[in-house]
């Protein structure tokens, strides 16, 4: 399994063409993985931490936005 397999959707390698709007009061996340080395990934027993197959070093981090009259 690759991380983009994993993360939904995925805006850096596909195109979300649905018609939907922000509009105000609307939050959004983006939730960017960095990764040194592979995408390759494997998860362990727990379901949940998830690590790159060669060992090397990633970050994810995240920042929600909201939507207001006069921006973001």
Avoid: Y
């Amino acid at each position: 399994m690759k991380i983009h397999a994993i993360v939904s959707p995925n805006l850096s390698t596909t195109r979300n063409d649905e018609p939907e709007h922000m509009v105000e009061g609307h939050t959004f996340t983006i939730e960017p993985i960095l990764t040194i080395g592979t995408t390759e990934c494997v998860t362990w027993p727990d379901n949940w931490t998830t690590l790159t197959a060669d060992g090397g070093v990633a970050a994810q981090f995240e920042h929600t936005i909201l939507i207001t009259r006069t921006g973001l």
